[in-house]
């Protein structure tokens, strides 16, 4: 029965067209985003698993966390772990900060960042995501109105 309630699902869209210049699609204004708490361990515990590995630190951007974020609110308002409406988050991010290359994980139900980022890193898809050649990453917890945890984590590469 608990493992019903927690669920795992990742989605990924490699590379856009040869012809995109990242110099004209880097955003001219910077979104500041306050994390939470679990929002900065969950940032944490998979740079440190990437160390781990021998991979990279990605660098947290809040123009990512926000749509991370919208995403959220879109799960809490369907009631539905979903990567609906992918392909618009990763245009608008392309066309915000230039990214080439974009994925992200979504979850709920857990408890704790610890716990989440155990489960993705569990999953074959989850694990993928977390280890691919990523510069950037953003993250985004809102609970719904029972207070269950919803998490988007969207990787990007620029």
Same mark, same amino acid.
């Given at each position: 029965?608990?493992?019903? %309630?927690?669920?795992?699902? %990742?989605?990924?869209?490699? %590379?856009?067209?040869?012809?995109?210049? #990242?110099?004209?699609?880097?955003?001219?204004?910077?979104?500041?985003?306050?994390?939470?708490?679990? &929002?900065?361990?969950?940032?944490?515990?998979?740079?440190?698993?990437?160390?781990?590995?021998?991979? @990279?630190?990605?660098?947290?951007?809040?123009?990512?966390?926000?749509?991370?974020?919208?995403?959220?609110?879109?799960?809490?308002?369907?009631?539905?772990? #979903?990567?609906?409406?992918?392909?618009?988050?990763?245009?608008?991010?392309?066309? #915000?900060?230039?990214?080439?290359?974009? #994925?992200?994980?979504?979850?709920?139900?857990?408890?704790?960042?610890?716990?989440?980022?155990?489960?993705?890193?569990? %999953?074959?898809?989850?694990?993928?995501?977390? &280890?691919?050649?990523?510069?950037?990453?953003?993250?985004?917890?809102?609970?719904? @109105? &029972?207070?269950?945890?919803?998490?988007?984590?969207?990787?990007?590469?620029?």
């Amino acid at each position: 029965m608990v493992f019903s %309630s927690l669920v795992l699902i %990742s989605c990924a869209k490699d %590379s856009v067209d040869e012809e995109i210049n #990242s110099i004209d699609h880097i955003a001219k204004t910077s979104v500041n985003y306050t994390y939470t708490d679990i &929002e900065k361990e969950i940032l944490s515990a998979i740079n440190d698993y990437r160390k781990e590995q021998d991979l @990279k630190e990605l660098s947290p951007l809040g123009e990512i966390s926000l749509e991370a974020e919208d995403h959220n609110y879109y799960m809490v308002e369907t009631g539905k772990v #979903s990567h609906d409406n992918f392909g618009e988050r990763y245009t608008t991010l392309v066309n #915000s900060i230039a990214a080439r290359a974009v #994925s992200e994980n979504v979850a709920y139900g857990y408890h704790t960042a610890d716990a989440v980022v155990k489960a993705w890193i569990k %999953s074959d898809g989850h694990r993928e995501n977390i &280890e691919s050649n990523f510069t950037h990453f953003g993250v985004s917890v809102v609970k719904d @109105k &029972e207070g269950r945890n919803y998490f988007t984590n969207i990787f990007v590469r620029r």
